[in-house]
């Protein structure tokens, strides 16, 4: 199995947030988990990577267990996360944000870079021009040289797509990845999740967008009060009545995302 959480439960004081949650995601796919607010989706994204508490569960990543790892241990191991809010490097130009999401992978030992020996001039060269490829990737390389904290909102949330996918991580977990974008940069995020997934990377992403779950996803996982209540398909997940229910009310789900459906499945 390539990633699986199973029977994830995390409590905060005597609430439950979530209960016994497992899903699994298969390598090359996109997987959307998706729910109303307050369902416990970033809860369940941050006891994966990290970043929040886990009280019973287990989390495996291409047969290794990263159960209560922490997000650096997690990040060296292929996978990496964004944030709901925009999560950029503030006070560099947007190219240096790329160059500094790479620096794990740095090859240069710690007293290379104290002297700023030639390797690490080099392997700084080589990431630098990466760092410009992968702005093209996203068609941010008009964009490059400006200040991160100078950008527009949707080209801030892609410069934070961008940085994640940066770190050379295999898997991307993705958390809102649309929120507050308009239809015309939805539509872009669709083509970049797509061109990023043709690369070979695998994406679990948070959504609420159900055009851009539909049309994307290979499996939707739905989660409701804390708890999982339906994984399949697009198609079995549109017409879930326990889900149309739980999730938007009896039909939303299909009049927002049933026409956008594909053959997602496997492939």
């Not at 209560?68 to 990040?75: L, V």
């Not at 490829?133 to 990737?137: D, Q, R, S, T, V």
């Not at 149309?244 to 927002?256: F, R």
């Given at each position: 199995m390539y990633f699986s959480v199973d029977n994830l439960t995390v409590r905060f004081g005597g609430m439950v947030a979530v209960d016994q949650v497992s899903?699994?995601?298969k390598q090359g796919h996109i997987v959307s988990l998706v729910g109303p607010n307050g369902a416990g989706k970033t809860?369940?994204?941050n006891a994966i990577t990290?970043?929040?508490?886990?009280?019973?569960?287990?989390?495996?990543?291409?047969d290794?267990?990263?159960?209560?790892?922490?997000?650096?241990?997690?990040?060296?191991?292929?996978?990496?996360r964004s944030f709901q809010k925009t999560h950029v490097f503030n006070g560099m130009t947007v190219v240096d944000n790329i160059v500094t999401a790479q620096s794990i992978n740095f090859k240069t030992g710690f007293w290379a870079n104290v002297f700023y020996l030639p390797s690490v001039r080099e392997e700084e060269r080589i990431f630098r021009e990466k760092a410009w490829?992968?702005?093209?990737?996203f068609e941010l390389d008009h964009l490059g040289n400006e200040m991160a904290d100078t950008l527009a909102y949707g080209d801030a949330r892609f410069l934070g797509v961008a940085v994640?996918?940066?770190?050379?991580?295999?898997?991307?977990?993705?958390?809102?990845?649309?929120?507050g974008l308009n239809p015309v940069e939805t539509d872009r995020l669709m083509e970049i999740l797509r061109k990023i997934n043709g690369l070979g990377k695998t994406i679990l992403l948070i959504e609420h967008d159900m055009k851009l779950v539909m049309s994307i996803s290979n499996q939707v996982t739905v989660v409701s009060f804390g708890k999982k209540i339906a994984d399949g398909l697009p198609a079995e997940i549109a017409t879930n009545p326990e889900v149309?229910?739980?999730?938007?009310?009896?039909?939303?789900?299909?009049?927002?995302g049933k026409e956008h459906i594909k053959d997602n499945g496997d492939n």
């Open positions: 899903f699994e995601v809860t369940i994204f990290g970043f929040g508490p886990m009280e019973t569960g287990t989390v495996i990543f291409k290794q267990d990263i159960t209560r790892k922490t997000p650096t241990q997690i990040a060296n191991v292929g996978i990496t490829e992968i702005l093209k990737f994640a996918m940066a770190t050379g991580a295999e898997l991307l977990l993705l958390d809102e990845p649309a929120a149309m229910e739980a999730y938007l009310g009896s039909g939303a789900l299909v009049s927002t």
